[in-house]
């Protein structure tokens, strides 16, 4: 099915159009049609190498750092394109965020971590990078843990710390859209309900774009879900109707546990 | 089952495979210690080569080190007198050879690492030019340096500006010193490409991901982790470029000078140098022994030193960055 019906009534915050990305001359996904919510959480999911995570990428254009990716298509921020000539991946990815796989909090101390983004973008007062810091690792629901050791070094951390970091990180810079790429998949399941609590207080006041192998997972954080398969999107849908009612024989194979 | 001659027995079969376990294992142990016995016997030969030379110019050094030997010039057609001018030389040499080199070496590999298409030719143009640099015999680089720099720079200069008088166009420190540098530079290069390398893909990404531009992601994230790897490489270029002495011959060094370099346009004395002349021009050898024992000591010391300080330095960086790889 194409994705744009029975989905987003509310004008969308990111509108992809036709996207399709290359390695080389092979195809890795698309072409992709859909609309993300603004303010609401989109789960990604599918079974290895379906392409969900390339698509994830190049919603900020982290995939062009990639030698030999190519990428046709339109893709919206509120309107405005992200691909195209004159246009900056600087400016789009300081509106898109991104949260990885592994965390990946720089050898420097807490604080300059989450101060990165804001150095970079000029922000140098230090009463103001302070207040940022502390309301970015609140929103991460990190500070009361960290706020005695902010000078110690970020990689002192636990992991599941670590990743709280890195999202306190991209969330410094106040971008409208965060993308979260498996973000909980090396963490233990404590750590995992941290990040999923806060996954959902996030989609208060960001859209949240989550790629996961986890099935329960998406269930419990996404509003809305897409399927992948082999480089193409199947199914695309409010998150209960398509574990509830997925319209796709394969979704229904793969949510059941039949593959992947 | 089809008939066979003889049907082999779990029992036998097993037995059988006991007895090559055995075969095997007995082979293995000869061959280990075989190996160990030749790698042993290789490390002792390097450590004893080691010793004597270490043994020998200590033995015969030290009894004529003095405070006096550092802080004196040479005297008596250097049959007495120290090495203080050579000293000085040295390390005013090696420092502007830093300042000259180790910036060229690592623009160049964050340019090879960092910007340019890995599958272009030219990229891979510039690494082979870069092995085959660090192949070139030094007294290559040391001719080279006197064509390019004293002959055509130095003297190029000074017919445009000084009617053609012998101002630059001769040899001097400063030439030296950039000889030096193109000398050293493949090891600047290689050993910084390979810090590069070494920082992880994800550290990038997540510099970027956060709204950095490339120049940022590379002055802030990138070339911070890569430091210990960096000033790894500039310690061998300075250990290198402190012993060398075929590519200061013909630029700058000076078979004696009684004063210290003044300016960059001066000539300058080496240690390394100084220990060629000593041992091959002296009027009279026997009273010139000591003071060349001597002096390999004070070289041999002076690089171990700098050697050590640098490692120290290294080891603190990478202290400060737990997740550095150098």
Known sequence: MTAANGVAKPEPKLKVRDLTVYYGEKKAVGPVTLDIVGQHVTAL??????????FLRSLN??????????????????????????????????????????SNPFPKSILENVAYGLRIGGVNDSRDLAARVERALSQAALWEEVKDRLN?????????????????????????????????????????????????????????????????QAARVADYTAFFYLGELVEFDRTDVLFTKPSDSRTEDYITGRFG | ?????????????????????????????????????????ALLIVLAILAIILIDVIRNGAPRLSWAFLTEAPRDGMTAGGIFPA???????????????VPVGVATAIYLHEYASPVSPITRAIRIAVANLAGVPSIVFGLFGLGFFVQFLGAGVDKVFFHGQKIYGQPAMIWAALTMAVLTLPVVIVATEEALRAVPRELREASLALGATKLQTVMHVVVPQAAPGILTGTILAVSRGAGEVAPILFTGAAYFLPRLPKHLWSQFMSPSYHV???????????????????????????????NIAAVVVRARIRRRLPGGVG
Do not use: W
């Open chain 2, 1 to 41: 089952m089809t008939a066979v001659p003889h049907a082999i027995t779990a029992a036998e079969r097993s037995a059988a495979r006991v007895r090559a376990n055995a075969r095997r294992t007995r082979r293995n142990l000869v061959a280990d210690g075989a190996m160990a016995l030749a790698s042993g016997a």
């Open chain 1, 152 to 216: 110690d070094s970020a990689l002192g951390l636990s992991g599941g710390q670590q990743q709280r970091l890195c999202i306190a990180r991209a969330l410094a810079v106040e971008p409208e859209v965060l993308l979260m790429d498996e973000p909980a998949s090396a963490l233990d399941p404590i750590a995992t309900a941290h990040i999923e609590e806060l996954i959902n207080e996030l989609s208060e006041n960001y859209t949240v774009v989550i790629v996961t192998h986890n099935m329960q």
């Open chain 2, 276 to 306: 060629y002349v000593l041992s091959t021009q002296s009027p009279d050898v026997d009273a010139t022994k000591p003071i060349l024992y001597a002096t390999v000591l004070v070289l041999l010391a002076l690089t171990f030193t700098l």
């Open chain 2, 87 to 101: 000293i000085v030389g040295m390390v005013e040499m090696v420092i502007l050879m830093t300042l000259a080199g």
């Open chain 1, 61 to 102: 254009r982290m995939n062009e750092l990639i030698p030999g990716c190519r990428i046709e298509g339109d893709v919206r921020l509120d309107g405005d394109p992200i691909y195209g000539q004159g246009i900056d991946p600087v400016a789009v990815r300081r509106r898109i965020g991104m949260v990885f796989q592994r």
């Open chain 1, 45 to 54: 999911i599918g079974p290895s190498g379906c392409g969900k995570s390339t």
